[in-house]
């Protein structure tokens, strides 16, 4: 039963990924088609993230009313129907209607599966469930590719990973006996008799604010990395579009074959060295972008170990979190967490587009590296509070 509910979740994981590329690969079509601004897609990024960040915050409630199961088979179901909204619209503002639920799905499923995970499954399941995520990821794109190079309607690419996403969501339905049964029930005593904890109560625990500027400093790398790359190595580093283009996507491989490889050591490193080595490694690809050199081979090999860097950071925060702050604190602290992360994600990579057209694309690493910077700081600050904590509940 352990092992069937984990490829369960294995499988939601994917569900999550597949939707967050779609809009990406098919917006120069839609865009067209609808006859709007090709900026207006960062306002459908904007509700979807908008429609997260409040699921986010409401995981724990939702979660301790529901269960796990329900939650994520009730998540991807809407999900899936705002993809079939998406499919149907034939007006911008239809597609702002639709990304409302599309957000709301994402970000309650997202929070009850991690936490889920970070109680019950070791380092090593928590990175490669995110590696899942990279593959549904990776594959949506590919979906979209298939039907506009035939000519198709990027109606049909929304449409069939509709189709995948109430496939899954049936195979969340008549999972949902798994999710009460044995040792590995939500439903453990500890957790069962936790109540919600409200902001304030959240923000008063020692620790949360350090891991929430750490994990909010890690989004706003990595998704600053893959959404401005291309963009940098085309014009600061004199790199032709294609293999730009070619290398940004090599960026978020970095962070699926990372993770892959992470899940064979993370069991015996841990969550905290795990951490450490991460950010050690995105410092490496970080200064290999700043070497000023007419030869381009180590701002491409840059991007590639800042992926790499990045995949075990994710996962590790998370699946730390009820080691760091206790199982019955868990599921509020990542809804607040996965709530942080959507906002910088949000708003990080458009305020370093408006820097760098004020300033300087050439300023693209040094953003990085001072998010890199604040994160480490934080994050060790982290680890002393929850070692001062430990050490000061033995004295007693």
């Known amino acids: 039963m352990y092992s069937l509910l984990l490829l369960v979740i294995y499988i939601a994981f994917i569900s999550l990924g597949l939707p967050d590329s779609l809009l ?60 079939f909204g998406f499919s149907i619209s034939s007006s911008f503002i239809s597609l702002i209607f639709w990304a409302i639920p599309y957000g709301l799905g994402a970000g309650a499923v997202d929070a009850a599966l991690n936490n889920y995970v970070a109680l019950y499954y070791g380092p090593r399941h928590m990175n490669w469930l995110h590696c899942f995520w990279g593959v549904g990821a990776s594959v949506s794109p590919y979906i979209m590719g298939f039907y506009l190079t035939r000519g ?20 969340l339905l008549f999972s949902l006996p798994l999710w009460k049964g044995g040792s590995k029930s939500i439903e453990d005593s500890e957790i069962a008799e936790s109540k919600s904890l409200t902001f304030k109560q959240i923000f008063r625990l020692s620790g949360i604010v350090p891991l929430l500027i750490a994990f909010f400093a890690y989004q706003a790398i990595e998704q600053t990395t893959g959404l401005w790359a291309s963009t940098y190595l085309v014009e600061a580093r004199s790199v032709d579009p294609e293999t730009a283009a070619q290398f940004a996507s090599f960026f978020f491989l970095g962070i699926t074959f990372g993770r892959f490889v992470c899940g064979f050591i993370a069991n015996h490193l841990g969550d905290k060295k795990l951490i450490r080595i991460g950010t050690g490694i995105l410092f490496v690809g970080i200064l290999l972008l700043f070497i000023p050199t007419t030869y381009t081979g180590f701002a491409l090999s840059g991007l590639v170990i800042i992926g790499i860097g990045c995949a075990p950071i994710y996962p590790s925060v998370i699946h730390s979190t009820p080691a760091n702050f206790g199982k019955a604190y868990s599921q509020s602290i990542i809804g607040i967490q996965m709530a942080v992360a959507y906002f910088g994600t949000t708003f990080m990579p458009p305020l370093f587009g408006w820097i760098a057209s004020i300033l300087s694309i050439q300023l693209y690493p040094v953003y990085l590296c001072f998010f890199t910077i604040v994160m480490f700081i934080y994050n060790e600050r982290l680890n002393t509070i929850v070692k001062n904590r430990s050490l000061k509940i033995t004295s007693e």
């Open 152 to 171: 198709a309607s990027w109606s049909s690419g929304y449409q069939t990973v509709g189709v995948i996403q109430v496939v899954i969501s049936l195979v």
């Open 24 to 83: 990406g690969s098919a917006w120069p079509v839609m865009q067209g088609d609808l006859n709007v601004p090709v900026s207006y897609a960062g306002l459908i990024t904007m509700t979807i993230a908008g429609g997260t960040i409040i699921s986010s915050l409401l995981s724990d409630k939702l979660t301790k009313r529901l269960g796990t199961g329900l939650v994520t088979f009730l998540s991807v179901l809407t999900t899936a129907v705002a993809l």
